[in-house]
């Protein structure tokens, strides 16, 4: 699943490409792809049309577009009455509305000519007034999906839980490090919290660990503040370099807006190498199962406590 680097990746791309344009039309070619819009795809299509894209944002690993433009009445419904995730209404707090999305494992927000040929998962087909580049969401395994919401305050309201993440500029490293070192956990399942701190999933976790020399399981509640802020850092840094290289990409599921893979797999230093050497001090590096995933960990450089947390 795309992390904080990928998706910022394609929300930069999606800036360039599609912010200040008015939608035209929308076609919904697989209702699964806005499943989460519970009016249903109809409604979704005729909720965008005319609608302006104002900016495309981030909050972790979600991006979404803030909408403007006429005012958004669809069955005789205002912005504040459009459901949320869960059904619920949000009066009073709702300042707005957004197109919410989320790539889950193998979506694609692509910007494209109009007169390319469709992708063979193409999902959602949005096409704008200037008759230039469309965008596209290609989605192969269906676990993506858009969904029109309202917005609570700066968030839309399904993701107004999640934590800003270390690249936002308002995150707030102390109260990060008190947080962390309260859980009683994991060090690696407390970094996967996005509501502890967002943007960070399985190969940033390790790599952080790594860099900082933190075995995954050890407890949070003994990590010396010292520790905690070194973590925080390398897992600022290691996101700041992987976004530099254009994400991580193992395979042709995760693409920019310009369908270019990233290249920070290469840069690497733990995750996936189980069985290579360290190229710190060259001890084999193991891999062990994780909340039905995989951790990586080089067992000289990080070694695994005596009391483990998992």
């Known amino acids: 699943m795309p992390e904080l680097p990928e998706v910022e990746v394609v929300r930069r791309g999606l800036e360039r490409g599609v912010a200040g344009r008015t939608i035209a039309t929308v076609t919904v070619s697989h209702d699964r792809a806005v499943r989460r819009h519970l009016a249903g795809a109809g409604d979704f299509e005729a909720v965008l049309r005319g609608r302006t894209i104002a900016a495309v944002r981030r909050r972790g ?16 419904r205002a912005p504040h009455d459009l459901p949320t995730h869960d059904g619920a209404s949000h009066h009073g707090a709702t300042v707005g509305t957004a197109l919410l999305g989320h790539l889950g494992m193998s979506g694609q927000l692509l910007v494209v000519s109009p007169v390319k040929e469709p992708e063979k998962h193409l999902r959602v087909r949005i096409l704008f007034t200037d008759g230039g580049r469309e965008l596209r969401f290609v989605d192969q395994r269906t676990f993506g999906g858009l969904a029109v919401v309202p917005t609570v305050g700066e968030l839309p309201a399904p993701i107004a839980h999640i934590a800003r993440d270390p690249l ?10 008190a947080a962390l070192r309260r859980r009683r956990t994991g060090v690696k399942r407390a970094l996967l919290d996005q509501t502890l701190v967002s943007g960070i999933g399985n190969i940033y976790a390790d790599e952080s660990l790594w860099r900082a020399g933190v075995h995954y399981a050890r407890p949070t509640e ?52 189980a069985g290579q050497p360290c190229v710190r001090c060259e001890t084999v590096i193991v891999r062990d199962a994780f909340m039905n995933r995989s951790s990586f960990t080089c067992p000289g450089c990080q070694p695994r406590p005596r009391r483990a947390r998992w």
């Open 222 to 273: 003994t990590l010396p503040a010292s520790t905690a802020r070194a973590l925080l850092a390398e897992a600022r840094a290691v996101m700041t370099d992987a976004l530099a290289a254009g994400g991580t990409s193992f395979d042709s599921l995760y693409v920019s807006v310009n369908g270019e893979s990233g290249l920070f797999d290469r840069s690497l230093n733990v995750y996936g190498r």
């Open 61 to 76: 690993k979600y991006l979404w577009f803030d909408l403007a433009g006429r005012d958004l009445l669809t069955h005789d």
């Open 168 to 177: 936002d500029s308002d995150f707030d490293d102390d109260a990060f490090v």
